[in-house]
Each structure stands twice: as structure tokens, then as C-alpha cells.
């Protein structure tokens, strides 16, 4: 399998600031080369491939020696097939009749990452294997910075990564041929639904939690951002003010993975098979404000529930369960979510009178009552057994 392993980077005061370097001239390259296709195309007609960029660097580096050269070509070449990408998805998303993006020019704080598409070639992880307790990893151009490794690295090592977090530093390495840590069969299945009063609800009754990390965070952000709104921009109080906000949307970050790695791990343990809904969450969180034409109704309402959605972190919560399961060998199946909130599970009446509340749930022909998020997942997993069998006997 492959999977992607984030460490902490511990640089010395020195190294941070080659990094930045590092960082912004990879994202001047990228500036560069955008504008070079832009050009090439509006004044010659001339599409530019990421062949013919990348024959250009031997000469950028060249009369750059002090500036673009100082780092590594294959990081550089990387950065270059990251625009290639943004235009072959900006085409793919034109032929399919969705809203282009063209891709843009990348501002401070918009550039985030450098890539080292192989290890050994301008980096090296682990660099100093003789060291007795701690980690490092080499980089061209910056030297040996120092790792918190608080999990071992399995698999081989493919591609480094440097990325910047507000004022903190990371690598991430992603690893091919890693072996799959597949748990014990149980025997058990599961359907979940998903909500923002509880996080996850099972078939079994279980209700898992929503933290609400934005919601527990919004005095201080709210606090964060009216003195950010009162600086002068440009300023060095205004960009310690972004500091703040960026730190305590960092933290929210990190304690919404936290809990939906914990989640994720207690259901791929506990069951053999996981059916959930297959949400549409763009779809669900747009605006309901309208035009001006067609105002939006219930637009206050609508607000609060896409912040609350957002706030859940359902996608981030599935894409982790999603790779839990897969490294588990676990069986995961997603299934339509089409009135499975109003369907009885009992006798399968299905009507919009039934869901009485938010928590409430009456059919209205046989008067089974039960949680509604609770009939709501046997409802799923009902569904997601029958897909199963219909998926074996094709």
C-alpha cells in the first residue's frame, strides 16, 4: 500500500529562514512559468508544455546561481509539473462543463509546500542513521534539519515534502510497498449515519460525539480577527495579528483530525463492514441566498446548518475511515442517501411526516417509534448489504 507519513520539523533559527527562501523561490518559479504560458498563448498562440519549462531551467539556474540555483532540480522540475497539473485539471474541468478556475498566481500565503519527487536525489531522509536518539532529514540547499519522529517509518521512502503551517514546519513522506495491518474479523456489520448533533450514529444505537471544535473556538477567533480588521495593512502588527488567526484555525485543524482519526479507528476495530451514506457535501453546504432577482428563503437557518456541517468535518472524517479500512481490511460501502431519514425500518413506510424532530422518529402506519439518526442507519445498512449481495451475484 501506499500511505503518507507528517512529522514536525525541528529547524534551527537559521534553517527557517532558508526555508522561507527555499519556499519563495519555488513559488516565484511557479509565477514564472504561469505567466510564461499566459504570454506564450495571448501574444503567439503558442501552448507551453512542462517539456519545454523544464529544458528552460539549466538556464534560470545558470544566471541565477545564487538564487534559483542554490536548490535542487528535481524540487524546481517538481513545482513545474504542479502547474502542468492545475492546467490539465483546468481542461479536464472545461470539457466537462464544470466552472474552469484558471489557474492563478500564487501570493505569500498561498505557496505552501516544496516537493522532492525521490529520496536521494537533492534530499535524503533519515541522513544520519548513526545518530543515537534523534531524526533528520537532508535538503539541498538548507542541510540536515532535525525531525520529531513520534511513529516509525514503514514501506520505502518515495517522495519528501517540506510544508509550512502558520509559523510551524513539517515533512511529509510518502511511502510505497507499506505493509497492510490487517485486524481480526469480527463478524460484525454497521451502517452509520452521519449528523452534527452526534458525529456518527450507529445501527447498534452507539452515538459518537461532535466536538465542535470551531464552535468551542469562536470567542477567541471572533476576538483574533476584530483586532486583525483594526490593523494597517502592511504592518508588522498586522501580520503578527495574522499569526494568531492562522495558529487557532491551525489548532481547530488539528483537534477535528484528531477526533475523526479516533472515531474512524474505534468503527474499523469494532466491524467488518462499514456502510455509510455517500454524501454530496458541496452540494449540501452551498448558499441558499439566491440572486437578487430570487432571494434565498431561510437563508439565517441554512447558514447555521452549513457551518455546522462544516464544522463536523464529515469529508474529513470519511477520507479517514475510508484509508482506515482499507488498511484494516475492512469492507467499506457507500450508499445512496435518499430518504433513508424518513423510511421506517420496520415495516418501510416511507413519508416526511415520520421524522418528527431532529431526534425524533414515528411511522405514521405501524407507530414504530426510535431515534430517528438510529433508524436512519439501520435504514443504510439495510441498503448496503442488499448492494453487496447485488455486487456478488453480478
Known sequence: MRRSYKFPLRPTARQVATLTACL????????AALEHRRTAYRKAGVSVRYGDQSADLKHIRADDADGQGRWSFSSQQA??????????AFFARLKAGRTPGFPRFKGKGWFDTVEWPKDGDGCRWDSQ?????????????IGHVRVHRHRPVHGTVKTISAKREGDRWYVILSCDDVPAETLPATGAVVGIDMGVASLVTTSDGEHLDNPRHLAASADRLAAAQQDLARTQRGSKRRRKAIARVAAL?????RRRLDGAHKAALHLVRDYDVIAHEDLRITNMTRSASGTVDAPGRNVAAKSGLNR????????????????KAESAGRE???VNPANTSRTCARCGHCAKENRLSQAGFRCQRCAHAAHADVNAAINILRAGLALREAVEAA
Open 79 to 88: 513545482t513545474l509539473r504542479r502547474l502542468d497539473k492545475a492546467f490539465a
Open 249 to 253: 484555525h491551525a489548532k481547530v485543524r
Open 332 to 334: 467499506l460501502i457507500a
Open 24 to 31: 519563495d523561490d519555488h513559488r516565484v518559479l511557479y509565477n
Open 308 to 323: 455546522g456541517i462544516l464544522d463536523a468535518g464529515w469529508g474529513v472524517f470519511l477520507r479517514i475511515l475510508a484509508d
Open 129 to 141: 542513521p548513526e545518530h543515537p536518539s534523534a531524526t533528520f532529514v537532508r535538503l539541498q540547499g
